[in-house]
């Protein structure tokens, strides 16, 4: 069931009734889930249900639920099974024929779209892009040909090498950061990739952070077609005839290019690794 993602007051009458009439609780977080329940003065067994311990727990709460239990599932925030635990106990579930009800509630996904001002007709939900570099930008790299906003999730710590690596590989795209969605800290960022990853480098984001990335303007499409130019290379022509020292030619390729000056110095060092990696 749906639980709210920050402010309290986001839940159903229905779901604070199921909480009330459940048996048990499975929940992601039981230090997190008793704050609800004492909130609303529910007291229910709590049981924890992780991504951690779900291969060993699923199995019980199963045996629970053939012997009648109603047990209810929640994560720590929003539905459970989106980018949190609990597919494994709705699959076992279904294969039991024990009947799996949806409790709808609260979304930071569909909330963050719904005040982003990007296209929302058509969306496409990712979770959270891969931690490790590589990973990360191989994950981008089959985003490249979509047309529909992209929404996904991100931890704080990351988001600066995400940005820069969406922006080098979708292109300057327009964006917006929804940060601490529904808390007292509530804020959106809106704008394109660039301005993002600048915004950032001046004021780190902290919190839960939702970032969605529209449609790629046909403007800026053309645009990056027409670029066929290396970043290095235009580096190296504006210091040849605009006679800057290294550092400004850099920044100025990167501004042309809609790049944060970190994302054109990463994309340079790849550019210089993959060229000394090629057979003479």
Do not use: W
């Given at each position: 069931?749906?639980?709210?993602?920050?402010?309290?007051?986001?839940?159903?009458?229905?779901?604070?009734?199921?909480?009330?009439?459940?048996?048990?609780?499975?929940?992601?977080?039981?230090?997190?889930?008793?704050?609800?329940?004492?909130?609303?003065?529910?007291?229910?067994?709590?049981?924890?249900?992780?991504?951690?311990?779900?291969?060993?727990?699923?199995?019980?709460?199963?045996?629970?639920?053939?012997?009648?239990?109603?047990?209810?599932?929640?994560?720590?925030?929003?539905?459970?099974?989106?980018?949190?635990?609990?597919?494994?106990?709705?699959?076992?579930?279904?294969?039991?024929?024990?009947?799996?009800?949806?409790?709808?509630?609260?979304?930071?996904?569909?909330a963050s779209l719904s005040a982003s001002g990007l296209?929302?007709?058509?969306?496409?939900?990712?979770?959270?892009?891969?931690?490790?570099?590589?990973?990360?930008?191989?994950?981008?790299?089959?985003?490249?040909?979509?047309?529909?906003?992209?929404?996904?999730?991100?931890?704080?710590?990351?988001?600066?090498?995400?940005?820069?690596?969406?922006?080098?590989?979708?292109?300057?795209?327009?964006?917006?950061?929804?940060?601490?969605?529904?808390?007292?800290?509530?804020?959106?960022?809106?704008?394109?990739?660039?301005?993002?990853?600048?915004?950032?480098?001046?004021?780190?984001?902290?919190?839960?952070?939702?970032?969605?990335?529209?449609?790629?303007?046909?403007?800026?499409?053309?645009?990056?077609?027409?670029?066929?130019?290396?970043?290095?290379?235009?580096?190296?022509?504006?210091?040849?005839?605009?006679?800057?020292?290294?550092?400004?030619?850099?920044?100025?390729?990167?501004?042309?290019?809609?790049?944060?000056?970190?994302?054109?110095?990463?994309?340079?060092?790849?550019?210089?690794?993959?060229?000394?990696?090629?057979?003479?």
């Amino acid at each position: 069931m749906g639980t709210p993602i920050g402010n309290l007051e986001d839940i159903t009458l229905r779901a604070l009734r199921i909480l009330r009439e459940a048996d048990q609780i499975a929940a992601e977080d039981t230090r997190h889930t008793q704050k609800l329940l004492n909130h609303y003065e529910i007291s229910r067994p709590l049981v924890s249900y992780h991504e951690h311990n779900e291969m060993t727990r699923a199995p019980e709460l199963l045996i629970a639920l053939e012997q009648g239990a109603k047990i209810a599932l929640v994560s720590d925030a929003g539905m459970p099974l989106v980018s949190d635990p609990g597919y494994r106990l709705v699959t076992l579930c279904l294969r039991h024929q024990i009947p799996v009800v949806p409790v709808p509630g609260p979304s930071a996904l569909l909330a963050s779209l719904s005040a982003s001002g990007l296209p929302n007709e058509e969306f496409l939900f990712v979770g959270f892009l891969p931690a490790r570099s590589g990973e990360r930008r191989r994950a981008l790299e089959r985003l490249r040909i979509e047309d529909r906003t992209i929404i996904l999730y991100e931890a704080p710590h990351r988001l600066e090498e995400s940005i820069a690596d969406a922006l080098e590989i979708l292109g300057d795209r327009p964006a917006c950061l929804a940060r601490e969605v529904t808390k007292l800290h509530e804020e959106f960022r809106r704008g394109k990739l660039s301005a993002l990853g600048t915004s950032l480098e001046e004021r780190p984001a902290r919190g839960e952070i939702t970032l969605l990335i529209g449609p790629e303007d046909a403007a800026d499409a053309r645009v990056a077609a027409d670029s066929a130019q290396s970043l290095s290379d235009r580096v190296e022509e504006l210091i040849r005839q605009a006679k800057l020292d290294r550092k400004e030619a850099l920044k100025l390729a990167a501004k042309e290019r809609g790049l944060t000056r970190r994302a054109a110095y990463d994309q340079l060092l790849r550019q210089k690794d993959s060229e000394q990696g090629k057979p003479n």
